[in-house]
Nanobody, 121 residues
Framework: HVRLVESGGGLVQAGGSLRLSCAAS????????MGWYRQAPGNERELVAA???????NVADSVKGRFTISTDYAKNTVFLQMNSLKPEDTAVYYC???????????????WGQGTQVTVSS
């Protein structure tokens, strides 16, 4: 099992910045992909950004040029730097990890508990 602990959410004015962090812990696992999703009230959960171990990224069009995803795989940690925040970025942000467990090579997907990001106008 992999445990995810998120931090960095909060309240910020439009145009401001926040940095989210998510640290994965557990035993006998190797992460293939780490990412961030968000869900606003009344909306479905959507991908914000994801990054593979090979550093390939997938970033939502709505945040391109404003949000940057990065990782420290040595520490099993993923970051989301959010700049030029807009009120429409307000949502609960969830960390997501795709991991393979040894020795069975079982692949599992994990979610964090979510962190609230609120952008005021």
């Amino acid at each position: 099992h992999v445990r995810l602990v998120e931090s960095g959410g909060g309240l910020v004015q439009a145009g401001g910045s926040l940095r989210l962090s998510c640290a994965a812990s557990g035993s006998d696992f190797r992460i293939n992909t780490m990412g961030w999703y968000r869900q606003a009230p009344g909306n479905e959960r959507e991908l914000v950004a994801a990054i593979t171990r090979g550093s390939s990224t997938n970033v939502a069009d709505s945040v391109k040029g404003r949000f940057t995803i990065s990782t420290d795989y040595a520490k099993n940690t993923v970051f989301l730097q959010m700049n030029s925040l807009k009120p429409e970025d307000t949502a609960v942000y969830y960390c997501n990890v795709d991991a393979v467990h040894s020795p069975t090579m079982t692949q599992n997907n994990y979610w964090g508990q979510g962190t609230q990001v609120t952008v005021s106008s």
